[in-house]
């Protein structure tokens, strides 16, 4: 395309074999800009590339956080979970597991969108036709590439594929919460749901218990609707 993207000096063939080399050599479906002087002005393609990886880096950050909720414990977190235990654990509490795979992903996230606000600097210090910060653009996208793409495969094969479930943690948190009063409403009504709610609260029994005590609802009855698959 030539310094500004006009072409000058350059034979439009040689534009033209330079794109079909390159796809050659790296293997990529690569075609020429449509706009030349459009591409060689401005970098935003490569920003809203970067923007998208930024996105991706900040849901999984979260699915991240939300893993290592509920992986705490083992006795005063939640414990929903087990993650796979992947270092020999603190030097400070003998026999703790530290969530160290998510907190991974966790720290590629923060790198991801520090590069992304670098591409972004880059992009807009452009000036008139070339955009001469274009090196550190690029280091930074190809760096959370790189990133993402170690990171997501380190997390899968060391993290994700070793999850297991508390089952009896779980079942004993179900049984416990007042929460399910909100599927026994229907059936009871507010006014009464309320009322078995605020005893569960007061006296530590369950709502399975307060609602058979009370006489509202029988105990097949809430075999049915307290079923943990028809909740969800």
Known sequence: ?????????????????????????SELPLVGAEDLVDATQNTDAYTEVS????????????????????ASGPRVGLAEIMLPARQPGSSIMPGKVNPVMPEVINQIAFQVIGNDHTICLASEAGQLELNVMEPVLVFNLLQSISIMNNGFRAFTDNCLKGIEANEDRLKEYVEKSVGIITAVNPHI????????????????????????????????????????????
């Open 1 to 25: 395309a030539t310094a500004v993207g006009t072409g000058l000096n350059a034979d439009p063939e040689y534009i033209e074999a330079v794109v079909k080399h390159l796809a050659a050599i």
């Open 189 to 232: 009504g507010y006014e009464a749901a309320a009322r078995v709610a605020k005893e569960a609260i007061a006296t530590g029994q369950s709502v399975r218990e307060l609602c058979v005590k009370n006489g509202v609802l029988s105990q097949e009855d809430l075999e049915l609707i307290l079923d943990p698959f028809e909740m969800t």
């Open 51 to 70: 923007a998208a990886l930024k996105v991706c880096m900040m849901n999984m950050s979260k699915i991240a956080n939300d893993l290592r909720l509920m």
